[in-house]
């Protein structure tokens, strides 16, 4: 069975970093892709940044240059830096089971999620 499991988030000063870690179990990551979402209440869910073996990586232009996606065996990191206040969300990972082509940051794509972890920023 496929399974996600994403942790690292918490309580953070702005200006500050966190890394958001996912964890896979049940599959081989370097088959499929993994991208990093976020949501808050009454908004849809925002597509971050993407990482597939096979077509790099991508960023959402709200995080390009202060987000880093990487992956190390079986599990994604985000590192997150600069954090503002509108950063604040739920921060879920994602996998797209079918293994369709491409790196998505469109959730739709996916149908395999992590449970969310809590990011707040705030002084």
């Known amino acids: 069975q496929v399974q996600l499991v994403d942790s690292g988030g918490g309580l953070v000063q702005p200006g500050g970093s966190l890394r958001l870690s996912c964890a896979a179990s049940?599959?081989?990551?370097?088959?499929?892709?993994i991208a990093w979402f976020r949501q808050v209440p009454g908004k849809a869910r925002e597509g971050l940044s993407c990482?597939?073996?096979?077509?790099g990586t991508y960023y959402a232009n709200s995080v390009k240059g202060r987000f880093t996606i990487s992956r190390d065996k079986n599990t994604v990191y985000l590192q997150m830096s600069s954090l503002k206040p509108e950063d604040t969300a739920v921060y879920y990972c994602?996998?797209?089971?079918?293994?369709?082509?491409?790196?998505?940051?469109?959730?739709?794509?996916?149908?395999?999620w992590g449970q969310g972890t809590q990011v707040t920023v705030s002084s």
């Open positions: 994602a996998t797209d089971g079918r293994r369709a082509p491409g790196c998505s940051m469109n959730s739709w794509h996916y149908d395999i």
């Open positions: 049940g599959i081989t990551l370097d088959q499929y892709p």
């Open positions: 990482i597939r073996l096979s077509d």
